[in-house]
């Protein structure tokens, strides 16, 4: 009996290795999706210090609601539902709101992360507007804890 088990198990154990295989490519070669700025306030070709949109601008609650679509598309897949890493990427809520977090975001966002050659994370700027990606900042300072 245990040799007419050794077949079946042997190919749902190849079956989950391909699933596995498929699952962890899959999470490489991301190409961020497009996000619909509309309500926010243009703030054209030159990069902000800071976040534009957090409270009390009057963007801010729209800012928001925009951030958290766009992070859900574009972020969470490496740093995790809702902000919280499951220790692939950073924890984007551990970064603080002002201008040390905004520093580090701004400069993540334009320059992406390589490391020996791999691509840890794309230069999102060159396919994201500002707008956007500050709004992902503005949703990501109301997931903010502190460690």
């Not at 999470?27 to 700025?37: E, Y």
């Not at 598309?73 to 950073?90: D, F, K, T, V, W």
């Not at 709101?97 to 060159?126: C, H, L, Q, S, T």
Request: aromatic share 8%; hydrophobic share 40%.
């Amino acid at each position: 009996m245990a040799k007419h088990l050794k077949l079946p198990a042997l190919a749902l154990s190849t079956l989950l290795a391909g699933v596995l295989a498929a699952q962890v490519q899959a999470h490489g070669n991301v190409t961020p999706q497009a996000v619909d700025t509309t309500g926010l306030t243009p703030l054209g070709a030159e990069w902000a210090d800071t976040n534009p949109y957090r409270d009390p601008s009057p963007d801010f609650d729209r800012a928001v609601e925009i951030g958290a679509s766009a992070y859900n598309q574009n972020c969470a897949r490496c740093h995790g539902l809702e902000a919280i890493s499951g220790g692939i990427a950073p924890d984007l809520r551990l970064l603080t709101p002002d201008f040390d977090g905004d520093e580090w975001f701004k400069y993540r966002v334009i320059n992406g992360a390589v490391r020996d050659g791999a691509v840890y994370m794309p230069k999102m700027a060159d396919t994201l507007s500002q707008e956007a990606l500050w709004a992902i900042r503005t949703y990501l300072d109301t997931r903010h804890v502190e460690e």
